[in-house]
T-cell receptor, first 107, second 115 residues
Framework: GIQVEQSPPDLILQEGANSTLRCNFS?????LQWFHQNPWGQLINLFY???GTKQNGRLSATTVATERYSLLYISSSQTTDSGVYFC?????????FGAGTRLTVKP | DSGVTQTPKHLITATGQRVTLRCSPR?????VYWYQQSLDQGLQFLIH???????AKGNILERFSAQQFPDLHSELNLSSLELGDSALYFC??????????????FGPGTRLLVL
């Protein structure tokens, strides 16, 4: 099956800093999604991004399907950005998650 | 609040038992997805239903089954429970009319502990 790797596994930032999270996948996919799980466990779908670039406030994502990677950019990070960020890829009728990047933003 | 509700929030049971988890999607959403999150396996996709029909099946064990009812709520049945089934089970919903796997809205999850 498709392998999904996220890096870095852990990231600690000072409030206000920018960061880039990466998701690599091993084969062609139909689409890719980014999720945020807050420290209380709630999952939120951030982006549905099979290709190209999307922006939502301080967050933006870029997927380069031909090179099999996606990037999630967080600018001017806030403590509320803390949590785990997952990417997930869809192909055919299946979905595979990466192991996640745990982000801690310190005040 | 995502608009997706899951019951119960917590469930403690014994090995060998059977449990049913319930999910009510957001109003108007036709797709329901089930996921399992455990320390060992991470997040895994289990199954997707659209308007009552199974549309995709992921890494779901044969001991597990699901269905989506005419009112669009869904139930995930877990039987012959093992210690390793202890996990957080999420349900998500999406409009799912044109595109599957589109933006999904997650419920708060049901935390299952098998003793």
């Amino acid at each position: 099956g498709i392998q999904v790797e996220q890096s870095p596994p852990d990231l600690i930032l000072q409030e206000g800093a920018n960061s880039t999270l990466r998701c690599n996948f091993s084969d062609s996919v139909n689409n890719l999604q980014w999720f945020h799980q807050n420290p209380w466990g709630q999952l939120i779908n951030l982006f549905y991004i099979p290709s190209g670039t999307k922006q939502n406030g301080r967050l933006s994502a870029t997927t380069v399907a031909t090179e099999r990677y996606s990037l999630l950019y967080i600018s001017s990070s806030q403590t509320t950005d803390s949590g785990v960020y997952f990417c997930a890829v869809n192909w055919d009728n299946d979905m595979r998650f990466g192991a996640g990047t745990r982000l801690t933003v310190k005040p | 609040d995502s608009g997706v509700t899951q019951t119960p929030k917590h469930l403690i049971t014994a090995t060998g038992q059977r449990v049913t988890l319930r999910c009510s999607p957001r109003s108007g959403d036709l797709s329901v997805y089930w996921y399992q999150q455990s320390l060992d396996q991470g997040l895994q996709f289990l199954i997707h239903y659209y308007n009552g029909e199974e549309r995709a099946k992921g890494n779901i064990l044969e001991r597990f089954s699901a269905q989506q009812f005419p009112d669009l709520h869904s139930e995930l049945n877990l039987s012959s429970l093992e210690l390793g089934d202890s996990a957080l089970y999420f349900c998500a919903s999406s409009v799912g009319v044109v595109v599957a796997w589109e933006t999904q809205y997650f419920g708060p999850g049901t935390r299952l502990l098998v003793l």
